[in-house]
């Protein structure tokens, strides 16, 4: 599976971004996909899942500002990211999972997309 993300950007504190990533080699239908950040100097987070059947789960920081979908047909998920502050400055990378319900840990994700990078400015 290889997955390409894209839609980042430079956006002012309080605007929208929507993020996409887009597989390929593979249908991802059946799979668990995430969204993980990693700002400068700090480890890669979890930011959002969405279990093959439509479940989400996201972390606490993002709640009510994130929405995580896919559209199986198209073998693509996306993150829509409204009421950005500049703390969600980050690369943002999409991945892919086969094991477990809604995995939040970066080693339950067997395929990553190459990150889009997101700054937001106060």
């Known amino acids: 599976v290889q997955l390409q993300a894209s839609g980042g950007g430079l956006v002012q504190a309080g605007g929208s971004l929507r993020l996409s990533c887009a597989a390929s080699g593979r249908t991802v239908s059946k799979y668990s996909m995430g969204w993980f950040r990693q700002a400068p100097g700090k480890e890669r987070e979890f930011v959002a899942a969405?279990?093959?059947?439509?479940?989400?789960y996201y972390a606490d920081f993002v709640k009510g500002r994130f929405t995580i979908s896919r559209d199986n047909a198209k073998n693509t998920v996306f993150l829509e990211m409204n009421s950005l502050k500049p703390e969600d400055t980050a690369v943002y990378y999409c991945a892919a999972s086969q094991e477990g319900w809604l995995p939040r840990s970066r080693a339950e994700y067997g395929y990553w997309g190459q990150g889009t990078q997101v700054t937001v400015s106060s």
């Open positions: 969405i279990s093959w059947n439509g479940r989400t």
